[in-house]
T-cell receptor, first 112, second 112 residues
Framework: DAGITQSPRYKITETGRQVTLMCHQT?????MFWYRQDLGHGLRLIYY???????DKGEVPDGYVVSRSKTENFPLTLESATRSQTSVYFC???????????FGPGTRLTVT | AQSVSQHNHHVILSEAASLELGCNYS??????LFWYVQYPGQHLQLLLK??????LVKGIKGFEAEFIKSKFSFNLRKPSVQWSDTAEYFC??????????FGTGTRLKVLA
């Protein structure tokens, strides 16, 4: 199906474990983004990517790693999960010449 | 620093009531402005956007917003809300190529 998908949709993990959240888009959008959504904070940008192999930090990058070897995929890895990383994570993408973003369905991550 | 303020965190209305949600931003340059809606359990969807031109922007589902440059505001309005408008609403500002700043959101509950 066309669009932007995220997997898993729900994940429970333990403190200290490595977790990877997947994001896949079928539009060949140049730009991709990872946000976390927390009560009282709205959405905060973790990392973004302007193209394959080009990534940069957003507002809250500590504890996260991204890669973008292919245009359509933008995985987010929590190297050693902490309870403070319990959140809902949204992936988004947009075309190069447009400014509106399209969001995925989100991943609800719980770190115990 | 760039910021977006949504002053109403929770709003409760009866069906057919009029809605106005406030959004103020802090950014000195040219901005693109957005309102997104997140229905319960779903991802963010674009309601409307302002790039330039007519400061009164019409979006989907009967929503509109007015950009008032002198007040740094982009308030969302709807003349008559429906129960199905129950959702969380986010104002966002694009103040740079990659930088999107989201407000903390307003939770709207419409009573049938």
């Amino acid at each position: 199906d066309a669009g932007i998908t995220q997997s898993p949709r729900y994940k429970i993990t333990e403190t200290g474990r490595q977790v990877t959240l997947m994001c896949h888009q079928t539009w060949s959008h140049s730009y991709m983004f990872w946000y976390r959504q927390d009560l009282g904070h709205g959405l905060r940008l973790i990392y973004y990517s302007a193209a394959a192999d080009i990534t940069d930090k957003g507002e809250v990058p500590d504890g996260y790693v991204v890669s973008r070897s292919k245009t359509e995929n933008f995985p987010l890895t929590l190297e050693s999960a902490t309870r403070s990383q319990t959140s809902v994570y949204f992936c988004a993408s947009r075309e190069g010449g447009a400014y509106e973003q399209y969001f995925g369905p989100g991943t609800r991550l719980t770190v115990t | 620093a760039q910021s977006v303020s949504q002053h109403n965190h929770h709003v409760i209305l009866s069906e057919a009531a009029s809605l106005e949600l406030g959004c103020n931003y802090s950014y000195g340059g040219t901005v693109n402005l957005f309102w997104y809606v997140q229905y319960p359990g779903q991802h963010l969807q674009l309601l409307l956007k302002y790039f330039s031109g007519d400061p009164l922007v019409k979006g989907i589902k009967g929503f509109e917003a007015e950009f008032i440059k002198s007040k740094f505001s982009f308030n969302l309005r709807k003349p008559s809300v429906q129960w199905s408008d129950t959702a969380e609403y986010f104002c966002a500002v694009r103040g740079g190529t990659y930088k999107y700043i989201f407000g903390t959101g307003t939770r709207l509950k419409v009573l049938a």
